[in-house]
């Protein structure tokens, strides 16, 4: 009974230096979510994805990206990470349709020295 | 622009000390608001989901109700274990860019 699954839990990357975070579930869930989480503030969208092979921005996707090839996996990929990457990253996933809730990962925290 | 607040920002109780917490929403449309509690080091856990004013659902000791601009979560005598930070979110259309999520109440119950 996994749900979502995300790896790494820690990581602390250098300015300039690029990494992927993972997402994974077995839900078989048609929406898929990557959000940040900082302190005193609400969770905001980087990106979504409604199906395998269809993404889109959110509210904060400079500095990000993702694909999703199959229906379970979901990466987000930091290039030239900077000090303001510095964050709690939650994937989410929910079945298609209103009123379905979302289902989230434990998080990624990541520090960007 | 659609917006989601909640207060207080952090609460302490004594354990059986009954409250609430307020969500209050201005969005372009409601398509259901979210309940979730979310512990240290964890990712949100859903608790409750709610669609239409005078609409309440419960849970153990935790009680959601919906009125057209705001929700409450009712705590009837808490005990430790319900520590923890409580987040809504109200999803504003059926896809895309859907939830918009308050900042959260961080609750302490102490013994």
């Known amino acids: 009974n996994a749900g979502v699954t995300q790896t790494p839990k820690f990581r602390i990357l250098k300015i300039g230096q690029s990494m992927t975070l993972q997402c994974a579930q077995d839900?078989?869930?048609?929406?898929m979510y990557w959000y940040r989480q900082d302190p005193g503030m609400g969770l905001k969208l980087i990106y979504y994805s409604v199906g395998a092979g269809i993404t889109d921005k959110g509210e904060v996707p400079n500095g990000y990206n993702v694909s999703r090839s199959t229906t379970e996996d979901f990466p987000l990929r930091l290039e030239l990470a900077a000090p303001s990457q510095t964050s709690v990253y939650f994937c989410a996933s929910s079945y298609r349709g209103q009123g379905q809730p979302q289902h989230f990962g434990d998080g990624t925290r990541l520090s960007i020295l | 622009e659609d917006q989601v607040t909640q207060s207080p920002e952090a609460l302490r109780l004594q354990e059986g000390e009954s409250s609430s917490l307020n969500c209050s929403y201005t969005v372009s449309g409601l398509r259901g608001l979210f309940w979730y509690r979310q512990d240290p080091g964890k990712g949100p856990e859903f608790l409750f989901t709610?669609?239409?004013a005078g609409e309440e659902k419960e849970k153990e000791r935790l009680k959601a109700t919906l009125t057209k601009k705001e929700s409450f979560l009712h705590i009837t005598a808490p005990k430790p274990e319900d520590s923890a930070t409580y987040l809504c979110?109200?999803?504003?259309?059926?896809?895309?860019?859907?939830?918009?999520f308050g900042p959260g109440t961080r609750l302490s119950v102490l013994p």
């Open positions: 979110a109200v999803q504003v259309r059926a896809y895309g860019q859907n939830f918009v």
């Open positions: 709610l669609y239409s």
């Open positions: 839900m078989n869930h048609n929406y």
